[in-house]
């Protein structure tokens, strides 16, 4: 089972861009050119082995309206109290990103339902462990472009990836 929860988290990852095998094997291995196959070689050195990794995945999170009030009140960390320690222990902390992260823009005209969150967000997700965001939703662009590059600048400068 866990063979096959890593495996679908490493194509998750590959196919969002996080990662790139290349960025992790060793020099004498990487290619030259882009599509070139290079050929492990074979030693008898000990091979570290991964045994564990842990991956938390959330679903859609959105930290305006009643969520950013009780933010607001009660401070950003409460928002995770009851998973802290699930996310400090996992390798891997990804969740779906429904709201922009910014004070600007204007809401969307036709949108019944628009959400923006504070800047402050982005650095709680960082302190609990979140590693990427999936921004690929109906709200990324809730508060039109000038939020949605916010949102991208708070997650880089929180150290946290993101694709969509």
Same mark, same amino acid.
């Given at each position: 089972?866990?063979?096959?929860?890593?495996? *679908?988290?490493?194509?998750?990852?590959?196919?969002?861009?996080?990662?790139? !095998?290349? $960025?992790? &094997?060793?020099?004498?291995?990487?290619?030259?050119?882009?599509?070139?196959?290079?050929? %492990?070689? *074979?030693?008898?050195?000990?091979?570290? !082995?991964?045994?564990? *990794?842990? !991956? =938390?995945?959330?679903?859609? %999170? %959105?930290? $305006?309206? =009643?969520?950013?009030?009780? &933010?607001? =009140?009660?401070?950003?960390?409460?928002?995770?109290?009851?998973?802290?320690?699930?996310?400090?222990?996992?390798?891997?902390?990804?969740?779906? #990103?429904?709201?922009? !992260?910014?004070?600007?823009?204007?809401?969307?005209?036709?949108?019944?339902?628009?959400?923006?969150?504070?800047?402050?967000?982005?650095?709680? #997700?960082?302190?609990?462990?979140?590693? &990427?965001? =999936? *921004?690929?939703?109906?709200?990324?662009? $809730?508060?039109?472009?000038?939020?949605?590059? $916010?949102?991208?600048?708070?997650?880089?400068?929180?150290?946290?990836?993101? &694709?969509?």
């Amino acid at each position: 089972m866990k063979k096959w929860v890593f495996m *679908i988290a490493i194509t998750l990852l590959l196919s969002f861009g996080f990662i790139e !095998i290349n $960025d992790y &094997a060793p020099e004498e291995m990487q290619p030259t050119e882009k599509n070139e196959v290079v050929n %492990m070689p *074979i030693t008898e050195e000990p091979v570290e !082995i991964l045994e564990k *990794i842990t !991956i =938390s995945l959330v679903g859609d %999170m %959105m930290f $305006d309206g =009643s969520v950013g009030w009780v &933010a607001n =009140s009660k401070g950003e960390d409460y928002l995770f109290e009851g998973y802290t320690e699930y996310f400090k222990e996992s390798d891997i902390v990804f969740g779906n #990103l429904e709201t922009a !992260i910014s004070h600007r823009g204007k809401p969307m005209e036709d949108k019944e339902y628009t959400f923006r969150s504070s800047p402050r967000i982005a650095a709680a #997700l960082k302190r609990h462990n979140f590693t &990427a965001v =999936s *921004i690929a939703n109906n709200h990324v662009l $809730d508060y039109g472009y000038e939020a949605f590059d $916010d949102t991208l600048k708070n997650l880089r400068d929180n150290g946290i990836l993101y &694709a969509g």
